[in-house]
């Protein structure tokens, strides 16, 4: 059975960080590609990072570019978000997902996702 669990969200003022985890079991982790995804009240899911099964290869949404860093340790099964300079617009669930076969930063292309983490941005 494949588990994906997320984990490291909370409450941070702005300008604050958080490190997100999302750890896997059940799955040949250095196999998949892993994402970031977010959810905030009453909008759609979006892309937020991505890094490919090998970690050589990653590609961040714009709205976090240089405030986010997505990495893996293969040996752990464990994929990370750090994030840095946080701001109000940044709150949302955030999922981890994993995808076998395409690279890629459509949600419906990955196979399996995570529960999700709260992150809340307030002062």
């Known amino acids: 059975q494949v588990q994906l669990v997320e984990s490291g969200g909370g409450l941070v003022q702005p300008g604050g960080s958080l490190r997100l985890s999302c750890a896997t079991s059940?799955?040949?982790?250095?196999?998949?590609?892993m994402g970031w995804f977010r959810q905030a009240p009453g909008k759609e899911r979006e892309f937020v990072a991505r890094?490919?099964?090998?970690?050589?290869?990653?590609v961040y949404a714009e709205s976090v570019k240089g405030r986010f860093t997505i990495s893996r340790d293969n040996g752990e099964n464990t994929v990370y978000l750090q994030m840095n300079s946080l701001k109000p617009e940044d709150t949302a669930v955030y999922y981890c997902?994993?995808?076998?076969?395409?690279?890629?930063?459509?949600?419906?292309?990955?196979?399996?996702w995570g529960q999700g983490t709260q992150v809340t941005v307030s002062s």
């Open positions: 059940g799955l040949t982790f250095s196999s998949y590609h």
């Open positions: 997902a994993a995808g076998r076969i395409y690279y890629t930063n459509s949600a419906g292309q990955y196979d399996y």
């Open positions: 890094i490919f099964r090998s970690g050589g290869i990653i």
